[in-house]
């Protein structure tokens, strides 16, 4: 039995329509594995940048209850000298009315975990500009360098505040 290498015009036709649909197919599911590893990796850093910012979240919600609790005992010792000073009010009873605020605020539980609070707090955000900066120096070209950045205008510091001119 002898086998034909020649191919119809139409058998030619047909091939090449299979040929260049399997081509289309091979580009979308390339687009489409694409689409789904840049979805994938959006998922993951948005799980890498939430948990940072859920510490500094807890922490800065901790320090602003802790605040509240330590300017009441600030604000009562304050008042508990101006009034020992203009009154015969007697020291022990002033005290015992501080020591009683000390224990409602729980003072030395938040002298230990405030200060803890603030370095969860930073620990975060630099956490986070980590992240931000793998992003965008991912996104670059290889051998490309990220341009330097402006430092963000923030509160002033104490050192800041000391060199300023009056």
Known sequence: MATSDTTSPGQAATLAEALAQIEQLRTQLAAEQDA??????????A???NTPIQYISDSVGFLRGAFDD?????????????SLKSTHTTAAAQ????RDLE??????????????AFERTLQGAERVTGIVRTMEESALPN????????????????????????
């Open 36 to 45: 789904r590893s840049r979805l994938q990796n959006r998922l993951e850093l």
């Open 47 to 49: 799980h890498e940048i």
């Open 70 to 82: 330590m300017s009441k005992l600030f604000t009562s010792s304050r008042e508990a000298l101006t």
């Open 95 to 98: 005290l015992a009315q501080l």
């Open 103 to 116: 224990i409602e605020c729980d003072f030395d539980f938040l002298s230990v975990e405030v200060p803890k």
């Open 143 to 166: 051998g490309a360098e990220l341009p330097p950045r402006p430092r963000a205008k923030g509160p002033p510091t104490v050192v800041g505040v000391s060199q300023a001119k009056p």
